[in-house]
């Protein structure tokens, strides 16, 4: 309205008698001194523009005629919820959503029994007691740390986790198929590391963060202090200007579809991609592999492996915004995290442009993209500290024993699992970090308080919210290019 005022304003100068008493020259003067004015006054031109400082440099480069659309008022500016101290996380409430294939029927013997093709362990908990029978061995030593996670939820809460039996399987893939409706036969009740969208899967904390012994990963309730100790050191100003990302490509064609967006001496796409060679790693011991001191660049990216990627946490808590190249699998927190707030979206199908424009957009509006990056590692440091990973297991755990049809009976070829057994599995590595994750006494305070199930309005609106911040940011990419 401003502005309309001032062109209204500049209309009636022109055509006033007052200017046509003036020459062409003399008029044209006073038109440009009435058009310089106004741009002051509006504040489009000020002292930095025409002399800018080292702070200045990035906006007088981000007034090209590239649009730089700001998230001011939007997302990442949008006030946190109150929340009650004792209330769970937002993303507990996918608990009920990964049991609703279940609610109506409830869960039966058959039900747990149809997937025992697919599975690698069977746990029985009975008055306070863990049983385990083990039908094939995991990939390394995911089995024998998910079972020291769950023995450590026991000592951590002893007393309040119900009878019950269930079967993990601890491979990357979710096996089960979502029912198309209500009526199709329900599927077999499975617990795993993750989901997709069109899979029926119970997702349970991996077993990282008790420790991944084979690759020298700390358990993420200590490398988590480590992490964010060197946030600290390491200013967001004085890091390196790039997406950065360090991984093993030969697990999916995605991933070798994103190292083409490594710099060239043709083209800069603003990502530094390196290749993670674990073998090399192993006999280097893991110099080259600290997580810790990878939080060296101002963007990091996150992509998919053959599934979800235990990285996700590492590279969320770096203090950076995470270019999150868009995931087809979730694990248990992921999906409490929201693009424009927690991370930056890009396209699948066009990696290296969409790259390049969320480092140029964050160069423009730093103190927005710093926030995505802050938002981001707060959820990762409080949302996910290892007492919610605790919390989420337990109410995990007693909304699934609400819905079992039959009594759980240890089995003949079961094994009670205790600290002495799962220590001999393991090698002096292996026991260190185990140590270093042990629950030395029972909860002080009680878990946080499970939410309620959302409404179909609430997962709609959430949903559509999602979707309208990743179109948003493609519409810019488009508008830019």
């Known amino acids: 309205m401003e502005n309309l005022q001032k062109l209204t304003l500049l209309t009636r100068l022109i055509r006033s008698e007052w200017m046509i008493n003036f020459g062409l020259r003399t008029r ?18 000020d002292k930095a523009r025409w002399w ?4 200045e440099l990035v906006d007088w480069a981000c007034s090209s005629p590239r649009p730089t659309p700001s998230l001011k008022g939007f997302i990442s500016d949008a006030p946190l919820v109150t929340k009650p101290s004792q209330q769970c996380p937002d993303f507990f409430k996918w608990i009920h959503e990964d049991l609703r294939p279940w609610k109506e029927t409830g869960i039966t013997r058959e039900m747990v029994e149809k997937g025992r093709p697919s599975v690698h362990f069977r746990v029985v908990i009975i008055a306070g007691l863990v049983y385990v029978e083990t039908f094939a061995r995991c990939y390394q030593t995911r089995d024998v740390f998910t ?29 089960t198929v979502r029912p ?31 420790g991944w012994a084979e690759v020298n990963i700390r358990p993420w309730g200590r490398l988590a ?27 999916d064609p995605r991933r070798q579809d994103l190292l083409k967006c490594n710099v060239t001496d043709r083209e800069d796409w603003s990502a530094r991609l390196y290749v993670q060679d674990w073998a090399a790693e192993s006999k280097a011991r893991f110099k080259g592999s600290d997580l810790v001191a990878q939080c060296t660049h101002q963007y990091k990216i996150y992509i998919d492996g053959r599934t979800w990627s235990v990285s996700r946490k590492y590279i969320l808590a770096c203090n950076s915004p995470v270019l999150v190249v868009e995931p087809h699998y979730y694990d248990f927190f992921s999906r409490g995290l929201s693009p424009l707030r927690h991370f930056w979206p890009v396209r699948a199908d066009d990696k290296c442009p969409a790259i390049k424009y969320a480092v140029e957009w964050g160069r423009c509006h730093q103190t ?88 179909p309005e609430e997962m709609n609106l959430l949903l559509a919210e999602r979707v309208y911040a990743t179109r948003l940011v493609e519409s810019w990419e488009k508008q830019s290019f």
């Open 147 to 175: 079972q020291w996670g769950i023995l450590q939820l026991l000592s951590r809460f002893p007393g309040q986790i119900p009878d019950l039996e269930l079967l993990f399987n601890c491979e990357d893939l979710p096996m």
């Open 52 to 55: 800018p400082g080292k702070d």
């Open 180 to 210: 198309s409706n209500s009526s199709a036969p329900r599927p077999a009740a499975l617990f795993q590391y993750c989901g997709s969208d069109s899979t029926a899967v119970i997702v349970f904390p991996d077993w990282s963060f008790w």
């Open 28 to 45: 044209i003067l006073i038109i440009v001194l009435f058009l310089l004015a106004s741009i002051v006054a509006l504040r489009w031109v």
């Open 225 to 251: 202090m480590e992490m964010k100790a060197a946030n600290q050191r390491k200013r967001w100003r004085d890091r390196e200007p790039y997406a950065f990302w360090k991984g093993n490509p030969s697990v």
């Open 368 to 455: 927005e993209v710093q926030e995505i990056g802050k938002k981001g590692s707060s959820f990762m440091f409080e949302e996910v500290s290892m007492d919610r990973v605790y919390d989420y297991m337990l109410h995990s755990l007693t909304e699934y024993a609400r819905l079992l049809k039959f009594k759980p009976v240890v089995p003949a070829a079961a094994v009670e699992l205790t600290r002495e057994r799962i220590m001999s599995q393991s090698d002096e590595l292996g026991r260190k970090f185990m140590q270093e994750s042990e629950v030395k006494s029972s909860a002080v305070a009680q878990p946080c308080s499970q939410p309620p199930p959302m409404k």
